[in-house]
């Protein structure tokens, strides 16, 4: 049977919603997907510079956060921790010059990134409304 006048005028409302939602989705989508891709590449440059760092140190963050004993990149606390474990393997104290060695490669690495992280906070685009 046909559709009734109602019917018709109802089926290209849904029709032409439904575009106008599929629309306002897509723009969305490729918005979200610009940000990413833009979040992304700040990520990638900063992870480069942090990845050339570990390179010359020898040294990479995990491991240098370990052997100072931070989980945070606080320069007081890095700072601290570095001057105490650099006094208690001293060798005139008994220490390991090895260890000692170790201390000072990880707060030499832990000062490189924070060097690394003010250009990374510049760097990353800001979200509105966040």
């Known amino acids: 049977p046909p559709l009734s006048p109602q019917a018709k005028y109802l089926a290209q409302i849904v029709l032409v919603g439904a575009q106008v939602v599929g629309r306002a989705f ?5 918005q979200e997907f610009a940000a990413s891709q833009a979040a992304a590449e700040t990520r990638g440059r900063a992870s ?3 990845w050339a760092a570990s390179s010359l140190s020898g040294i990479s963050l995990q491991e240098a956060q370990q052997i100072l ?3 945070t990149l ?9 001057e105490h474990l650099f006094k208690v ?7 390991s010059f090895y260890l000692q060695s170790k201390v000072v490669r990880a707060k030499e ?12 906070e ?5 979200k509105p409304g966040t």
């Open 109 to 120: 690495r832990l000062d490189e990134e924070l060097r690394i992280q003010p250009q990374r």
């Open 48 to 50: 480069a510079q942090s």
């Open 26 to 30: 897509a723009r969305a989508l490729r």
């Open 89 to 95: 393997n001293d060798k005139s104290v008994g220490g």
């Open 69 to 71: 004993n931070v989980s």
């Open 74 to 82: 606080s320069p007081e606390e890095i700072q601290k921790n570095y």
């Open 122 to 126: 510049q760097d990353s685009p800001h």
